[in-house]
């Protein structure tokens, strides 16, 4: 299995561009979670999906994310426009039913840098 | 969900040595898990122990649970250099959403 497969690995845009991130979870995951992490604040979820549907976007900043997954093996953030202030890395993960409990997979992240 | 709060924020060792962390919770979970991240990567599950468990092993991993003092531990024994790296708890309770807290980095030094 080829875990969970994040695309683009690098990102490195200019203030008030369109950015499109995506994510390819691990086939047989139910649910797909988006994470930003920087160094101020952490590494915050900004919205997860189960069986394709948003459960829960409390975590998206503002109007500018937006977040889809039009199918189980896909995936995509974007943000419109970016800004300075979105440059961080951000992760994808899918999660797993395991032994107990849910066990998340994560993929190796997207680096943006918005200039 | 809930978010787990680790302790220390840094800890720096010996290669050899061992290295303890913990981490506090708030309410009532049903298990807990132990993420590390290496600089620059994704993080990876490490262990999971269920509410009803007391400790649980795997290799030089041990993680003990007080649900009484809502707090878990992760021991790293006999660390290695490449055991440097960041470490989460993540306390699970009605939902599948995994909130992350600062984490321990740990400096393994050669």
């Known amino acids: 299995d080829a875990g969970v497969i994040q695309s683009p690995r690098h990102e490195v845009t200019e203030m008030g561009q369109e950015v499109t991130l995506r994510c390819k979870p691990i086939?047989?995951?139910?649910?797909l979670f988006w994470y930003r992490q920087t160094m101020m604040r952490g590494l915050e979820l900004l919205i997860y999906?189960?069986?394709?549907?948003?459960?829960?976007d409390s975590g998206m900043p503002e109007d500018r994310f937006s977040a889809k997954m039009p199918n189980a093996s896909f995936s995509t953030l974007k943000i419109q426009p970016s800004e300075p202030r979105d440059s961080a890395v951000y992760f994808c993960?899918?999660?797993?039913?395991?032994?107990?409990?849910?066990?998340?997979?994560f993929g190796a992240g997207t680096r943006l840098s918005v200039l | 969900s809930q978010q787990g709060e680790e302790d220390p924020q840094a800890l720096s060792i010996q290669e050899g040595e061992n290295a303890t962390m913990n981490c506090s919770y708030k309410?009532?979970?049903?298990?807990l898990q132990w993420y590390r991240q290496n600089s620059g990567r994704g993080l990876v599950h490490l262990i999971l122990?269920?509410?009803?468990?007391r400790e649980k092993h795997s290799g030089r991993l041990r993680v003990t649970l007080d649900t009484s003092k809502k707090s878990s531990s992760l021991l790293i024994t006999a660390s290695r250099a490449a055991d440097t790296a960041s470490y989460f708890c993540?306390?699970?309770?009605?939902?599948?959403?995994?909130?992350f807290g600062k984490g321990t980095k740990l400096t393994v030094n050669p």
């Open positions: 993960a899918s999660n797993s039913r395991g032994t107990g409990g849910f066990i998340q997979y």
């Open positions: 086939s047989g995951h139910n649910s």
């Open positions: 999906f189960n069986n394709n549907v948003p459960i829960d």
């Open positions: 309410t009532s979970i049903n298990n």
């Open positions: 122990i269920r509410s009803n468990e």
């Open positions: 993540a306390p699970l309770g009605g939902s599948e959403k995994l909130v």
